[in-house]
């Protein structure tokens, strides 16, 4: 089963990038072949693959040379990678804090190994982080556990701990999805005001297109396993080009008087199985505009000369002389 | 032999909508309260209670749907097994179609069970993992004898059909079904009983957005089919907005805001809610287009525990416009007459608006 297939994306030091999509399109499958999460046993990245992290802007004496392949690099380089260059927030705090230590011993956890830091330093630069979360009563809080702290306060001790080598780049995988909206709106403050300090990249996974449409730079819809549009936050919500961004769009519920009470757009049917995937467009049985052309064969990738790209045969918007080029 | 047509129970309402729902109320609630004892210490006495649900008042009218909103552990669902009598409340009185309900016996309380039903948020963990669909709408049929038994085959094969799912998903089980699929299970399997009303617990809170409105839909279409009365509870006050007429808004066991869905915001995309919570709820909430960004409305800290409840308002502690008052005298929750609101009410528990 190919679970991402040919997922391409560049991101800069200080953008957001969007990832969304419904469960099971490989979000988070995504994420973690980056970080090199998955288990080696059962899953593998394909030959060829690359996940180039430049790391020639700040040195921080690791001995990383300026451009790694975080796709084929060796265990060692990985663990020198993971916390300190990319850092990652998960989805469900309490499963990824370990409940029998406290949290300043996992805050201290990636300091004692990437830095060269004293056990005094360590744990103010732990302190340090616990207030810059906005947690209250730092001092307190480093010596409880995870059990003794709200949904919301385990998560900003995520973003902390993600944070405390100051990566160059955050993967946050749907970081506010359990979370209330009050606490959500707390959780993207923190994340855009860390942005702005330490210039980080991010890339913000999420299904929440509120999330996306207030926080993020560029976005990367992905559906089935495959990116089927990337375009600039602002063009992808006012003019989508592929019919499923577009019905994602739609079947929002909208704040407001006029839309009360009225029945909401929706995609029929469901996200195909990965072991049972539709030939040609694998949108093609849920789209309203499919054509045979559809049925027959997967559309490709295509980069428009605007910097946006779609997969589909019939996009949206286009000029009918794009399609035809696309074709030829 | 053909099944007769499901409607809802024996004093059918007929469907009502808008104006028309100024009939009479089929729940009225007064002065709810629920307090979950707290043991502790060696002898484990009871050291002090959790104010899950405190004085809290509601009336759904026929044909309506009420939304209840609030943060993790505000009471709603509390509140939503409390009007069933799914737990016993400490206090207060529940009235159902004018009886009330709270000190019915077992046998006296049954034919109310099936006119009052309840869709859960998971529907995964709400339905028996070892009986296929059939075997579990059959044993409600049967239990409540709500057809005779040779009908029983007809009236789940149109319970299928009406929550649209396919014929062939009665002899499967419920790992088989998608989230979206099992969640319109949850609805059948409450539908079974043609109740007059149900309780929905965050019915769509953990499905995907295109699966979320397929689950609306539906439930908005067999809504209006069958005149059902809805209780429904959700974190997401866009999907309140959209889906209920009236909307309360609960935060730590407390009503703060009763009002008309309508009127969360003004012609002119303005809120029209008052209360700072209702407000704070609203401003938190992303608004999906990029060219309309704007800081999210922060609340400084955490929802207070219902454990040692604060005195005075609830919300003071996280208010932006707390005074001293708020911190020691609890607001009572009053009627705000507001320009051009016509006949529907409008509560606020605020001292500062």
């Not at chain 2, 309140?240 to 008309?260: P, S, T, W």
């Not at chain 2, 911190?327 to 509560?347: D, Y």
Request: charged share 25%; aromatic share 4%.
């Amino acid at each position: 089963m190919t679970a991402v297939d040919d997922v391409s994306f560049d991101l800069a030091a200080g953008e957001t990038l969007g990832i969304v999509g419904e469960s099971g399109c490989g979000k988070t499958v995504t994420s973690k072949s980056i970080m090199r999460l998955l288990p080696e046993r059962t899953s593998f990245i394909k030959p060829g693959s690359r996940v180039l992290l430049r790391t020639g802007g700040r040195d921080r004496g690791d001995g990383l040379p300026p451009e790694v392949d975080l796709a084929t690099a060796d265990p060692e380089t990985m663990r020198k990678v993971r916390g300190a260059r990319v850092a990652m927030i998960f989805q469900e705090p309490m499963t990824s804090l370990n409940p029998v230590f406290t949290i300043g011993w996992q805050l201290d956890e990636a300091l004692r190994y990437h830095t060269t830091l004293g056990r005094r330093e360590r744990r103010a630069r732990a302190i340090e982080m616990l207030k810059l979360v906005e947690i209250p009563n730092p001092e307190r809080r480093i010596g409880e556990y995870p059990h003794q702290l709200s949904g919301g306060m385990r998560q900003r001790v995520m973003i902390a701990m993600a944070l405390c080598c100051e990566p160059d780049v955050l993967i946050a995988d749907e970081p506010t999805t359990a979370l209330d909206v009050t606490i959500q709106a707390q959780i993207l403050q923190l994340m855009e005001g860390l942005k702005k300090r330490l210039n980080t990249a991010i890339v913000l996974i999420t299904h929440n297109l509120g999330v996306v449409a207030q926080v993020c730079d560029r976005v990367l819809v992905m559906y089935a396993g495959r990116v089927i549009e990337s375009a600039p936050v602002r063009e992808l919500f006012h003019a989508p080009r592929h019919p499923y961004t577009k019905a994602l769009l739609e079947s929002i519920p909208k704040t407001g008087r006029k839309e009360h009470g009225k029945r909401l757009p929706t995609i029929e049917g469901i996200v195909p199985s990965l072991y049972d995937l539709p030939k040609g467009c694998r949108f093609h049985e849920r789209c309203s505009m499919a054509k045979e052309r559809c049925i027959a064969e997967e559309p490709a990738l295509v980069a428009g000369e605007d910097g946006r790209q779609v997969r589909c045969h019939y996009p949206l918007g286009v000029p009918a002389t794009l399609t035809v080029g696309v074709t030829a | 032999m053909t099944a007769a047509p499901i409607k809802p129970g024996t004093n059918g309402a007929p469907a009502v909508s808008g104006a028309a729902a100024e009939a009479a109320p089929l729940l009225e609630v007064h002065n709810l309260v629920k307090h979950f004892p707290v043991r502790g210490g060696i002898l484990n006495r009871v050291v002090g209670h959790v104010h899950a649900v405190n004085g809290v008042s509601l009336t759904v009218k026929r044909g309506e749907i009420l939304g209840v909103v609030g943060e993790s552990g505000c009471g709603k669902s509390t509140l939503g097994k409390l009007v069933l009598r799914l737990i016993e409340p400490t206090s207060g009185s529940i009235r159902f179609d004018g009886t009330e309900i709270t000190g019915l016996g077992h046998a006296e309380m049954m034919p109310f069970r099936r006119r009052m039903q309840i869709v859960f948020q998971d529907p995964y963990s709400s339905l028996n993992p070892r009986k296929t669909v059939r075997m579990m709408l059959r044993e409600a049929l049967k239990f409540h004898r709500v057809v005779k038994s040779s009908e029983i085959e007809a009236t789940i094969d149109e319970l299928i059909r009406k929550v649209g799912l396919r014929p062939d998903a009665k002899d499967k089980f419920p790992h088989e079904f998608s989230g979206g699929q099992r969640q319109r299970l949850g609805i059948a399997r409450a539908l079974a009983l043609r109740p007059e009303f149900i309780v929905c617990d965050e019915p769509v809170s953990a499905l995907d957005v295109s699966i979320q409105a397929q689950v609306l839909n539906l439930m908005m279409g067999l809504k209006e089919e069958f005149g059902l009365t809805l209780l429904f509870i959700s974190h997401d006050l866009k999907v309140i907005e959209h889906f209920c007429d009236r909307v309360l808004v609960m935060y730590l066991g407390h009503v703060v805001e009763e009002m008309a869905c309508e009127r969360l915001h003004n012609e002119d995309g303005s809120v029209g809610a008052l209360h700072p919570y209702t407000n704070a709820l609203l401003g938190a909430n992303p608004i999906d287009d990029p060219d309309e960004r704007r800081p999210l409305t922060v609340l400084q800290g955490d929802v207070p525990s219902p454990y040692d409840l604060p005195k005075g308002c609830p919300f003071a502690g996280r208010c932006p416009r707390a005074m001293d008052k708020c911190r020691s005298e609890m607001p009572p929750l009053v009627e705000r007459p507001t320009i051009g609101n016509g006949a529907a009410s409008h509560k606020v528990a605020c001292w500062a608006v």
